[in-house]
């Protein structure tokens, strides 16, 4: 089956100290995404990426980080910049980047600080 | 800049009620409108679109049409069930450049046998 693939379901952080959280895609899609997701609020954007080797920050990229090696593969690692990362980070993917096009999710990652 | 508005919930309505979601966009152009549905603990996945003004995007029951006039895309289902209970959220794309969705806060349904 195709699909997007998030690991883990749950991941806890300690002070300072850097996690990352694994995004894999076997759509064949160009373009990926990462959102962050709060209680109560809408998602916002955090990288993206429209091509391999190249991203680009959304609105709330400071303290978070991302690498693109492969089509597949999207990682995002939450820095020990990123003062409260405690979310559900939710990754995307699309097959292109124009307007028209459908964004797929995968099941998500929720982030707690011990 | 481009935004969404939902009506605030939660949404409390017993099965086989009719349902509406209310949303309204601001644009500068003319966008792709969605909407996605969160059940608790998961991701987002696609309910319906629309690509341009006076489409209506349908699946499940549930629909929307893209009305320019009212810069709207209010969601409907004409019976609910205890499954539909979620949150829904309403987006949008422009389509023009890159694809940089835009969500609004979501409105969690409640459905109660």
């Known amino acids: 089956d195709g699909g997007i693939t998030q690991s883990p379901k749950y991941l806890f952080r300690k002070e300072g100290q850097n996690v990352t959280l694994s995004c894999e895609q076997n759509l064949n899609h160009d373009a990926m995404y990462w959102y962050r997701q709060d209680p109560g609020q809408g998602l916002r954007l955090i990288y993206y990426?429209?091509?391999?080797?190249?991203?680009q920050k959304g609105e709330i990229a400071e303290g978070y980080s991302v690498s693109r090696e492969k089509k597949e593969s999207f990682p995002l690692t939450v820095t020990s910049a990123q003062k409260n990362p405690t979310a559900f980070y939710l990754c995307?993917?699309?097959?292109?980047?124009?307007?028209?096009?459908?964004?797929?999710f995968g099941p998500g990652t929720r982030l707690l600080v011990l | 800049g481009d935004s969404v508005t939902q009506m605030e919930g939660p949404v409390t309505l017993s099965e086989e009620a009719f349902l509406t979601i209310n949303c309204t966009y601001t644009a500068t152009g003319y966008p792709s409108l969605f909407w996605y549905v969160q059940y608790p603990g998961e991701g987002l996945q696609l309910l319906l679109k629309a690509t341009k003004a006076d489409d209506k995007g349908s699946n499940k029951g549930f629909e929307a049409t893209y009305r320019k006039e009212t810069t709207s895309f209010h969601l409907e289902k004409g019976s609910v069930q205890v499954s539909d209970s979620a949150v829904y959220f309403c987006a949008l794309s422009m389509n023009t450049g890159f694809q940089k969705l835009v969500f609004g806060t979501g409105t969690r349904l409640l459905v109660s046998p």
């Open positions: 990426s429209q091509i391999v080797n190249d991203f």
């Open positions: 995307a993917s699309s097959i292109g980047q124009r307007g028209q096009e459908t964004q797929y």
